[in-house]
């Protein structure tokens, strides 16, 4: 269910719609605050990187719903082989589909291309 949920399948209702009665996502479980808490966790890891605090990198975060915690690991570098050094502020340049893919930001992602590429487009 992960898969279709960054392919952008749950944004198509005619995915949805042709599900059996039985799949788990017509079990209507509220994830609201899950989804919430994950995306203002990673715009405060955002957030701590580039607004200026004197702390660069505050290092990998993994949030624990269980005891309320958030665990912290220190002082990680990477390696120069590393993989994510060739890939640093590449962006959707990068050529990595780390997730799979989503058709709905791909869709996107083109229209803005081609806003781009407009005649007499201004900058
Ligand atoms: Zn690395």
Redesign the pocket.
Known sequence: MKSAEREGLLDDPRYKNGLPADHPVRRRENVFSFSSVAASLELMQMLSIVVPSGVADVGAQVYHFTDGTIGKEKNRI??NS????TVIARGDRAGVTALGRHAVAEQAREVQVQRELAPGRRA
């Not at 590393?82 to 050094?85: D, G």
């Open positions: 990477c390696g590393c993989f994510f050094n």
